[in-house]
């Protein structure tokens, strides 16, 4: 394979880790079994614990010189007349890269990219993939170092997450860029290379540096040794991490779908071909990447997803910035193809493509969802379409479908702006919110239809579908938009003599009929209105609505001269609340007010993973306050471990939400208290004196608080100085059972030192424990 040589090290080219060198912990065959990637053993840790020393970089003199890398470095004199020299003497330069990129092999499957009908290497972020490389002469860990690099966008940058350097390690840990030797064959080194759960998505140049005695060399950049990372919602440490299999088939692996359309009395279906991984879109992750790069979008953002759907949302339309299809609903098509005419989003993204990103007419609301649907699934984003029958298009953020009527009620055509559609398709995209508060995470909606425009361009979303059907349209991006699409009411407005208006009818249950999408694993449709809005004219869907008008242009469109002097607030015992046991809530009602007031309060507990997405509702009730003046009310809720035992996900954590109406002001009360159900600890108790190289016996006792067995329970062991990770499979633990675990270590370095150990097991995870252990040097 080509590269550059130099007879000295390029200190001002590359480094940022300390030039100390280990041998590597590897299987060691002889040079002639270069065995095919069938017969290398893969040896890999998933480990988080202490990082082994890395094999360095060339050696730099700043620690910002190599921020900005050119691969164009001029290569070095050779002189065929110059003396042989022994084989450890000569520079170590790269023969041959095998990425193991056939679709069959270990990588494409395991990464869910198999099914992309072409062989460049597409591989998910957050996991980890396999490479071989052959070089010159065999690899000697004494004296000589390797690392990969990986480079994206027009000025790659380290600090920027575009110029990723990958050293070489004793273990893999979770979330970094990093890279082991798992076999040695001669010349040839099989490596295990892990990406964060973070990285930048795209098409990367791979490249591979080396250093020895006799100097550096660095493999030019070959196209097809390009590597493309995708969003990974296999990965539980990706932002769009989705737990159930089947779901992940229908939103991410699936090529078709259903498209609803008709009206609410008579709805209709469309099949759509996605077609995200087939070859004929021009090579579809690459179509879908040049639509990203038209948006000029910085190559930095690109990993994190919410920014990236709202820039989808932009580009599938080309109102802004010459994006996929152009938007048509006059009648006249005769300059491009009617939005009936698709079947399917490969043709659009093909013809975009292969045009130099020339947009695509013509299109209407089903076309844009399905080509962003198209796009979303194909870079890792699981996506649905959605029908959403009598949409309504609010358009001047009032949150309500306003009508306009002279002093006889007839209708004033030029001020009745918004409107009603017999149906509107838009997506849905599954992802936490990091950005938002918790329980906002889970499906996201998105609309590519150019209606109106959003901080001055014309997209729409990610809103929350939790936060769109609580009224909470305050959080980002364009909830109040979504939640009046499916949740407004009509009002009807009257001149009045003096030229004002008046409010003199309200239609409540006239928005958001049906909202559908296609069910899972079946042709079937499935009804999610209840996703995006509580049941038409409940208490809960009414204080929805009122909620969210009061952050839009008419705020007192259901003013109730509400008197605010009763208060709301939900507290829980947080040392009280154990996995396992009954938990304790209290909602504390307070009338600040000389008079009588009442107040009919609805509640829901809700079981919520860390990131924000809700799983499930798991406890409902209502509540009848009556309070006298200046009452104080406490109400408990009790939450026993029937109500969460088969629900509970990582960390334990729960959300109650409580909101009502007061009588007789119609004040709104709303609320909601996070909390989190503690796990036992395990307990670490050493045995003796700790000395450095001498045995020391560790005691690990744990006790099961679930009235279930835990199953193929794991602990993992370690400690700086005293263990490296160690993972013991201790099986079963019987409920409510006491484990007593005797673990023997070695520590190697003195002082204080702590020894960690955690359980997990798919019952129960966040048990841990740690203890400091004081280790002298031997006498």
């Not at 470095?73 to 330069?93: H, M």
Request: hydrophobic content about 35%; some cysteine.
């Amino acid at each position: 394979m080509a590269g550059t040589r130099t007879s000295e090290p390029l200190h001002s080219e590359l480094g940022r880790w300390p030039t100390e060198r280990f041998r590597a912990d590897v299987e060691t065959t002889p040079a002639t079994a270069r065995g095919s990637q069938g017969g290398l053993n893969t040896q890999e840790s998933r480990s988080g614990g202490w990082m082994g020393t890395v094999f360095p970089c060339v050696c730099t003199n700043s620690a910002d010189s190599h921020d900005v890398t050119d691969y164009n470095v001029p290569p070095a004199t050779r002189t065929d007349d110059a003396p042989e020299v022994p084989p450890s003497d000569q520079i170590l330069s790269v023969k041959a890269v095998d990425l193991l990129k056939s679709r069959s092999g270990i990588n494409r499957q395991s990464h869910h990219t198999d099914e992309f009908e072409y062989d460049d290497l597409i591989l998910r972020r957050g996991q980890s993939f396999l490479l071989e490389i052959e070089f010159s002469r065999p690899f000697n860990p004494d004296t000589d170092t390797v690392h990969l690099e990986l480079q994206i966008g027009p000025l790659p940058q380290v600090s920027k997450g575009t110029h990723v350097i990958i050293p070489l390690v004793r273990e893999l840990e979770d979330n970094q860029w990093e890279a082991k030797i798992v076999q040695r064959a001669g010349s040839r080194v099989k490596l295990s290379v892990r990406s964060p759960a973070t990285a930048v998505i795209g098409r990367y140049k791979f490249a591979v540096t080396t250093h020895s005695s006799r100097g550096d060399f660095k493999m030019e950049h070959d196209p097809k040794n390009d590597i493309t990372f995708l969003f990974n919602p296999w990965c539980e440490s990706d932002t769009v991490f989705m737990e159930d299999e089947e779901l992940l088939k229908e939103y991410i692996l699936n090529e078709t779908g259903k498209i609803y359309y008709g009206t609410e009395k008579q709805i209709a279906a469309r099949t759509w071909n996605f077609g995200q991984v087939c070859l004929c879109v021009c090579v579809c992750v690459y179509a879908c990447l040049f639509v990203l790069d038209r948006s000029q979008m910085p190559h930095s953002g690109r990993g994190n997803p919410v920014n990236l759907v709202r820039v989808i949302s932009a580009l599938v339309n080309s109102v802004d910035d010459r994006g996929v299809v152009v938007g048509c609903w006059s009648g006249d098509y005769s300059q491009g193809t009617a939005p009936t005419a698709w079947s399917g989003s490969v043709d659009i993204l093909t013809r975009y493509h292969r045009s130099g990103g020339v947009p695509v007419p013509f299109g209407q609301c089903w076309v844009f969802s399905g080509v962003t649907t198209t796009v979303l699934r194909c870079l890792g984003i699981p996506a649905r379409c959605i029908t959403n029958f009598s949409s309504a298009h609010d358009t001047d953020v009032s949150l309500t479908m306003d009508l306009y009527f002279d002093e006889h009620m007839r209708p004033l055509t030029h001020l009745n702006q918004d409107s009603v559609w017999n149906y509107h398709v838009w997506n849905d995209c599954w992802m936490a919110r990091p950005d938002l508060p918790p329980g906002m995470g889970g499906w996201q909606a998105v609309d590519a239809t150019p209606q109106e425009t959003s901080q001055g361009v014309t997209c729409c979303g990610p809103a929350s579908v939790q936060a769109i059907r609580d009224g909470l349209v305050y959080h980002n991006h364009d909830t109040r938009f979504i939640f009046a699409e499916v949740n407004s009411d009509k009002i009807y407005w009257q001149r009045q003599a003096d030229g004002s208006f008046t409010q003199v009818f309200s239609e409540r249950k006239a928005i958001g009929s049906h909202i559908l999408t296609k069910a899972v694993g079946s042709e079937e449709r499935e009804d999610i209105t209840d996703m995006y809005k509580y049941s038409e004219g409940s208490k809960e869907e009414r204080i929805a609505v009122e909620t969210a008008c009061r952050y839009g242009s008419k705020p007192n469109v259901y003013l109730n001269r509400q008197a605010g002097d009763v208060s709301v607030e939900v507290s829980t015992d947080g040392a009280g609340l154990h996995v396992g046991s009954s938990a304790s809530i209290l909602i504390v009602v307070a009338n600040r007010s000389q008079s009588a007031r009442s107040a009919v309060l609805h509640g829901q507990i809700a079981v919520m993973y860390y990131t924000g997405v809700v799983k499930a509702t798991i406890k409902r009730d209502s509540i009848n306050v009556q309070l006298m003046p200046g009452e104080v009310r406490t109400v408990q809720w009790v939450l026993t471990y029937s109500d969460y035992q088969d629900q509970l996900v990582d960390q334990a954590a729960l959300v109650m939400t409580v909101a009502g109406r007061v009588s007789p002001t119609g004040q709104v009360l709303a609320t909601q208290h996070v909390f989190r159900l503690q796990t036992p600890d395990l307990q670490i108790q050493p045995e003796g004196s700790a000395v450095v190289g001498k045995q020391l016996r560790v005691k690990i006792i744990f006790t099961n608080p679930l009235s279930k067995t835990l199953k193929s329970a794991v602990i993992s062991l370690e400690g700086a100085g005293l263990q490296t990770p160690k993972r013991i499979n201790i099986g079963d633990v019987a409920r409510h059972s006491t484990l007593t675990l005797t673990e023997t270590i070695v520590p190697f370095k003195s002082g204080r030192r702590k020894l960690i150990a955690n359980l997990h097991c798919r019952q129960l995870t966040q048990v841990h424990g740690v203890a400091e252990v004081t280790v002298r040097d031997q006498l």
